[in-house]
């Protein structure tokens, strides 16, 4: 059986489709056992001491085929897809009706309705980041921006009846450093391969591929707090949910604020985005036993 390709959005048009705007890339170290109970069965995670690489893709896109709206992509881990590895992700919130019902129907994604609530604020005095020490192990310390502003998103899923509180993002909006004018950061281009699937509207495992063209540099990185509406004892196990217990990890919004609220290792800002959504494939059932072997 050859993988086949999945049906296209009349509402979107044809793939490839096109999205262009800004977003923060942020990756973060991951209890395995934390995340393996949204991971299918069929899929390894890849992992190292017990931890995998998961975190969150936060865009604002200006131009779409579904216009502009907000997205938030919780990235549950990765899994092996061999010869390489696919990221798995466990919710996506977006603001808009037409991005939600495309990335349900067209996509596999698991997405839902939210609402983005931004507000600004100016950041008073400059302090450095404790993870400057993990760029300068990388040899990007020379890319990092200081803070300009501060920003706290809160995100809000909208599940009809019901309205909660998803997350509060804060996170900061950035000026060039002193020593290299206006400069942006290097142009890249990358692409992001993941499985989606097995959810109510799309029970088929898919795989689909992301390429982006974007200039990227490091920033802080943004710190994520559970529901502000969350009683006092939960909202304090929420600053450490990264040590979730089975309790919540039967909870799909807690383990995702769980993913978001564990040790971050790394920021990356997008600007002059251009994110290009390959058409998804119908994972053939061999392929789903070969990877359960592999």
Same mark, same amino acid.
């Given at each position: ?16 489709? $096109? ?19 949204? $991971? ?54 977006? *603001? ?5 019902d495309h990335g349900r129907k067209e996509v596999g994604l698991p997405s839902q309705v939210a609402r983005f609530s931004k507000t600004i604020t100016a950041v008073s ?56 004018? *206006? ?81 971050p290792i790394l920021a990356l800002e997008f600007s002059c985005m251009k994110l290009q959504v390959e058409a998804p494939v119908v994972v053939p059932n061999s392929f ?7």
């Open positions: 059986m050859a993988i086949g390709q999945t049906k296209c959005s009349s509402s979107y048009g044809k793939p490839p489709w $096109i999205f262009k705007g800004s977003a923060l890339y942020q990756l973060h170290l991951v209890k395995a056992a934390t995340v393996r109970a949204c $991971i299918p069965k069929e899929f390894r995670l890849v992992e190292a001491f017990g931890y995998t690489l998961g975190g969150f893709f936060l865009a604002n896109y200006d131009d779409s085929p579904a216009g502009v709206f907000d997205e938030l992509v919780v990235i549950a881990g990765l899994v092996w897809s061999p010869p390489t590895s696919c990221a798995w992700a466990a919710k996506v919130l977006v *603001n808009s009706d037409e991005a939600c005095g400059k302090s450095k980041s404790k993870h400057i020490g993990f760029l300068n192990a990388i040899g990007m310390n020379a890319l990092f921006c200081e803070p300009r502003d501060c920003m706290d998103v809160q995100v809000t899923e909208i599940n009809n009846p019901t309205v909660k509180d998803f997350c509060n993002i804060n996170l900061t909006t950035f000026v060039p450093a002193s020593n290299i004018g *206006n400069w942006m950061g290097p142009a890249i281009k990358m692409s992001l391969p993941s499985f989606s699937g097995r959810t109510e509207y799309y029970p088929n495992l898919l795989k689909y591929s992301c390429q982006i063209e974007c200039r990227v540099r490091a920033v802080h990185p943004a710190k994520v707090s559970g529901p502000s509406s969350m009683p006092k004892s939960e909202a304090e196990r929420s600053s450490e949910i990264h040590h979730a217990t089975d309790e919540f990890m039967d909870n799909g919004k807690n383990l995702c604020v769980a993913v978001m609220s564990s040790k789903n036993n070969s990877l359960a072997t592999s």
